[in-house]
């Protein structure tokens, strides 16, 4: 069975090869009525093997699978007594709940390979005269890993998603309607074509207008600011697309392939005495996280994130901002930024629920489809409908799926992971839809959830009453302002010296009012000033003797309201299953450092890097590698993504990467044209 699905793996890739390779044939420079054309790109075949585990957030990783939880009772600020040891249980594939015989298949948590992709960029670089040029890069992606997952892994790039609505069929999960594109047939950008598990896009495809001191760029386009490995803080024109590998390729290719190009212009005019003023106009497209059980997956598959009509408020908004580069002596320069755009990120809140699963089950959970609706007056019938979010609204954000959330336990213990309050959040996805606000407190007479007892007694109410549930979430993009400021500082010392040509950098940008997700996903987010700031330190220094000089750099970040990937410090260090209040304790800053080098070799034939990226709070993500490069056709790269997590899961930033892709081993093998 193994030796199958590495062979349909080989073949994928194979079978994309054969078809994109004919177009390496026009490569090179050459003229075409009266054009300079110069066509360049490369194929590359990328593997990740995972050598320490699953990823804990999808269905198969799910360390509640093969269990069952038991039915607590809480009383006011315990955390509960169990009352039965036949509880709800998280659903085994092909064999029920308990005890899972040995030779049975069920949900594996052993899917191997993190990535199996190819890779095509084709650059074509056209000069029409000294002052137009233009440039295109079309990228072809595919993604091959599902043939060694027993078919457990989500679509990458399509239209459906694993695990949804009832989702369990023989020993696979299946693959249900996600129609979550927020552009026509599925598409996450509008210049993308995809398929379950390939796209072709355009990364660039833009005009140039170069005279004298003016510089104009129209069209597709990423937009780069700041220089800072791993933290963003001048850099926030545009979103990340994490589709493709996360965010953990080569630390030295910062986010080059993860920048989101969208239609814009840009431009910028340099004065005599060579400052330069930049200002820019572009499309808005919210960042792309990995889908619903794909090896990178960042949301916990029991939760269905649907944006689409969300985005639609945002759709046709623009980004704008300008930077000014201010050279005031041969060492120093100085920066300043402004920036208006709508939050590639959003922030999350609770979503309404659909009234039926994709089989035509209604949901029992839906104000129209209550079981309980007979026991309300009309009165209270009658409000509640009228506090319906929009016409044909459910009331509230959870359905019936046996992949869904099982047990009090698996609601803390997934709550901390992703840095929200297990507690309040149990009453917020109550109280803000109707049709739940009315059976449960209404008609049920459930308490306020004051603290964890009386959040345990309500979770176990529902999941005794109707199984595990899906919860639905959205994100909601709004307009912020940023401001930064920044500069550059040349050192000269003696020469040879560690501080000689030493390169000092500084970024600090200011947000203010900006929105976060609430720690309950309340419809109202959580708004803070926020203010991040870097100091980069980098040079090339002489270390071996007889090979080229030695790539180093050193960086500090500093946020005062969120950690790296945005999410507020308020809702850090939560030990939600045995602790007291089962609330996240927090914190008052976020602090990081970073280290790298790269020591190229004789004939820059071999190449080794190194990176390091520390959160003080307590973990640590290393990323050693080794280029070789023998030709100027051929280059292959070795390297290993180590994340380890010095604390309790919820205290530090790169836990979540311990907890979702883990420790990994990636190879890229290149051939260039």
Known sequence: MATNKIAKGLVAGGMAASVLLPLTASAGSFQLGGVDLNVTGYIRQEIGVSIDGTNTFNTTGNPYNKMVSPLRVGSPGNAGQIITNSGTCKMNIGVGCGAVPAASSGLTDNNQFNLF???????????????????VQTRVYTAEEEPFGNGNVGDHFGLTHAGNFYGIGGNKLAKQPQDSGWYSNGRLNPLEVTTDNAMLDFPSAYVDWHHGGMWLRVGQQQIAWGEALFFRVFDVVNG???????????????????????????????????????GFVQMFNPSILP?????????????????????????????????LRAPITDKLTLQAMAVSRINPDGFVRWKDAPLASPDGTPNPFCLANSPFRALATAGQLASAQAGLHFAGACGSAFIPDVTGTSSADEWFHYAGQVRLNPVEGVSTSLDQFSGSQLVGRQLFGIPFEGNKGLAINTLNTFFGGFGPLRGYIERVFKREQIFGFGGNYIIESSPGSLLDQLIVRGEMSYTPNKKFTSLTLDQRPTERDEAVASVVFEKYQSILPNAPATYLVFEWMHKTESDMFGRLLDGN??????????????????????????QPFPNLIWRADFAVLYDVSGSIFIQPGVRYKPSTKWQFDIYANIAKDLGNGTQSTLATIDQTSGDEVFARAAFFF
Not at 117 to 135: G, H, M, R, V
Not at 258 to 272: D, E, L, N, Q
Not at 296 to 320: C, G, K
Request: hydrophobic share 40%; charged share 30%; glycine share 6%.
């Open 117 to 135: 992709a190819t890779k095509l960029e084709l650059d074509i670089q056209a000069k029409f005269s000294d002052e137009f040029s233009a440039y």
């Open 573 to 598: 260090d939560t030990d939600g299953i045995t602790g007291a209040t089962g609330r996240p304790k927090g914190q008052d800053m976020f602090d990081a450092v970073t280290f790298a080098f790269q």
């Open 291 to 323: 889908a619903e059980n794909t090896p990178y997956n960042v949301i916990p598959a029991a939760f269905t994130l649907d944006d689409r009509n969300t985005f639609q408020d945002a759709e046709n908004a623009l980004n704008f901002g300008f930077k």
């Open 240 to 278: 990340l697309d994490l589709r493709r590998h996360s965010f953990l390729d080569v630390a030295a290719e910062e986010y080059s392939d993860k920048r989101i190009a969208m239609p814009g212009v840009r431009g910028s005019f340099t004065f005599k005495n060579e400052w330069e003023l930049e």
